[in-house]
């Protein structure tokens, strides 16, 4: 049996674009999340474990998720994923003002059609800050992002800068 090619996916094939709200605070515009130093993301899965009486070893299964995803970014004027972040955090925006949607668009998994499409992951985030200003070089923002409601599965359109996103619900083929 011949071996499969085997390509690595480099960190840079996943990226994430932020829902920026219009001036209206209605229609969000997916705008690429540049400039972060950080966008780790982390599982958080519930666990059931247990022990019975007849076994020796404990029981466990994974009964939900609540995925988060640590950032930091310097920040740059004229960013509207900056601003976007700094109003929250800077206006200690809560409940709803403080919620975003990402799209994750992962640039390693090409669609047949439409061009520049790409399967993509969308969900729903608190923007949640922990610190600003903690370099001498850049001012910097760090926080998490914690999710607020389902993975919704698609696929994102990419324009030809590579800069905006147009996320698409449903079953994608590659």
Sequence with gaps: MAETERKLVKRSDKVAFLGCLDDLGVTPTFNRMRGFTTLSQSKNPAEYSRRYVDEDQEQTDVTGYSPSFEFGFDQYAGDPVHEEIVDILDNEK????????VVIVDFSQKLVSPANSYKAVKRSYAIIGDTEGDSTDAYTYSGTLRTKGNRIVGSATVDSNGQV????????SL
């Design 94 to 101: 809560l409940g709803n003002d403080a919620v975003r949607d």
């Design 165 to 172: 996103a147009t996320f698409t619900e449903g079953s994608v």
